[in-house]
């Protein structure tokens, strides 16, 4: 029996049906299609196969698993330049002892008789990559009616599945893109003309901090975004004043004028009754912990409908993961219909969070952990691309050192460090050195990679009784010298000065409290 659990075949084994022989209504498959390509590759030495590759075809896509096993054998053969002919074939195919289960050096001989021209291949290999993707869509569509039929529990759980897999068959439908070079000038120019035309302005979706706006012009689109830390330095706090400043500009020290952008959180760490009132805090100033127990001063309480009357207008949504197992494919299910949404309503998908990647399950579990955070950060950084948005990620770092992290200090994985356009470590001095009552309220953003861009630093300042970062009003902070790093961290040594930085304005809200005395606890 064939795949389809209706055709036969005549000549070696075929791929056993698919979903309990439900797909008994798929078009038929033509062998000669597949016999004609796969007697090309054995006459002519493979020269068609770059073109047959850049169709995106793959073994799985024959409808005869013999036949996906002698594509797989010539593709080695290709791949290890090596030549490619009927014996070279047999052998492979030998070695692997599937020689006889693929019809022997017969069936193979007969593949050569009915070999297609080479100009021919492409399309050929074409057609085979269409019907496999339709037999693909029938085995999903079959499999949802199954589960539909059972009266699933949770409707959502199915359309998320189904929606995730059909775009995942898109995903894999690899083709070529390749571009001549002259044809792709002009856009490139045009892009070029256009950003000179902004005259200072982003490029990006601004930050809300103007030195790192001017470093970065902004989160750019289709990058994925590395924010760093060991715990407690504030990762959360500072994701969430970027989700904050994206989303409502009077929170932007510069760049008001441009509109807001939707901004989407994934938590997997944080609940959503506890990102809210963090961002109640970071919006009024409110005192969290007072928050939190419920011992807001009056005046406060009569000025908190005036907060959520501003943060009603923030186009922010939160998908609240703490408790599930959150895989890459829901991340790019529900951000992909996010999108779709926000643009039949003329809203901008501006930026994208997760706090934070560890916690991310990838879509299939490997050997390892490296290899685990390797698929997912891979995943976002797909997704960045695909939906063209930045896609900002937290990350826990080593146990190395803490006063002066480096890209080798991702946690888990060399790979994050690889497929990340922009690296930046959040570092709070006061918790290295909780003796020195001066570096109260010291914060630092060092940015470490910077794929189309330079690195540097940007200081700010951490309010701790609502747990926001604010512009900064502090010189550079200066770890301490390698060699005496153990010693610095006893007595002292290497103490950062405290002064206001360059170019750094002061908010008005830290004015306030400062002259009123330091920010509460």
């Not at 004028?257 to 994934?266: C, G, H, K, R, T």
């Amino acid at each position: 029996m064939d795949r389809s659990g209706t055709y036969d075949d005549d000549g070696g084994a075929s791929r056993p049906a698919d979903g309990g022989g439900v797909i008994n209504i798929a078009p038929p498959p033509d062998m000669e299609i597949e016999r004609g390509l796969l007697g090309n590759l054995l006459l002519y030495n493979a020269e068609s196969l770059p073109d047959v590759l850049d169709a995106g075809l793959q073994p799985a896509d024959f409808f005869r698993e013999a036949h996906g096993e002698i594509y797989s054998a010539i593709a080695d053969l290709y791949n290890s330049n090596e030549q490619v002919d009927m014996n070279l074939a047999a052998e492979k195919l030998r070695s692997r002892k599937t020689l006889s289960g693929v019809g022997g050096l017969a069936y193979l001989s007969e593949l050569e008789a009915v070999a297609c021209v080479g100009m021919m291949a492409k399309s050929y290999a074409k057609v085979i990559v269409d019907r496999a993707t339709v037999r693909n869509l029938m085995k999903i569509a079959a499999e949802t009616t199954e589960k539909c039929r059972s009266t699933p529990s949770s409707v959502e759980e199915v359309l998320d599945e189904t929606e995730a897999r059909v775009f995942a068959l898109r995903d894999n439908r690899v083709t070529g893109n390749m571009v001549y070079l002259a044809d792709a000038l002009n856009p490139v120019y045009e892009k070029i003309v256009k950003l000179s035309d902004l005259k200072g302005a982003l490029s990006g979706v601004p930050t809300g901090f103007n030195y790192l706006d001017k470093l970065t012009g902004g989160f750019q689109k289709s990058d994925m975004i590395i924010l760093g830390a060991r715990p407690s330095m504030g990762k959360t706090s500072l994701a969430l004043n970027f989700a904050l400043n994206v989303a409502l500009p009077e929170m932007r020290q510069g760049f008001r004028d441009m509109p807001p952008y939707a901004v989407l959180i994934f938590s997997l760490e944080m609940k959503l009754d506890q990102i809210l009132q963090r961002l109640l805090c970071q919006v009024g100033r409110y005192d969290l912990l007072q928050m939190r127990s419920g011992t807001l001063q009056n005046s406060e309480y009569a000025r908190l409908t005036q907060t959520l009357s501003v943060m009603k207008h923030a186009p922010i949504f939160i998908d609240d993961s703490s408790s599930q197992k959150l895989k890459p494919l829901d991340i790019r299910a529900k951000a992909r219909r996010l999108k779709r949404k926000l643009s039949a309503s003329g809203i901008e998908l501006g930026l994208i969070v997760v706090d934070y990647l560890q916690l991310i399950i990838p879509n299939e579990r490997h050997n390892n952990r490296e290899q685990d955070v390797a698929e997912v950060s891979s995943s976002l950084k797909s997704l960045a691309k695909e939906l063209d948005v930045p896609v900002l990620c937290c990350c826990q770092l080593k146990r190395a050192d803490v006063a002066n992290p480096d890209l080798s200090d991702l946690r888990d994985s060399g790979a994050i460090e690889q497929d990340a356009d922009l690296v930046a470590f959040v570092l709070r001095p006061e918790m290295i050195f909780p003796d020195k009552p001066e570096l109260e309220g010291l914060g630092q953003l060092m940015i470490k990679k910077h794929r189309n861009g330079p690195l540097g630093d940007v200081y700010m300042h951490f309010l701790k009784y609502c747990a926001s970062f604010t512009p900064g009003a502090f010189e550079p902070y200066v770890p301490p010298p390698s060699e005496d790093k153990g010693m610095a961290k006893e007595t002292g040594k290497g103490k950062p000065r405290r002064g206001k930085a360059k170019g750094a304005e002061l908010p008005e809200v830290v004015v306030a409290r400062r002259g009123g005395g330091a920010p509460q606890e």
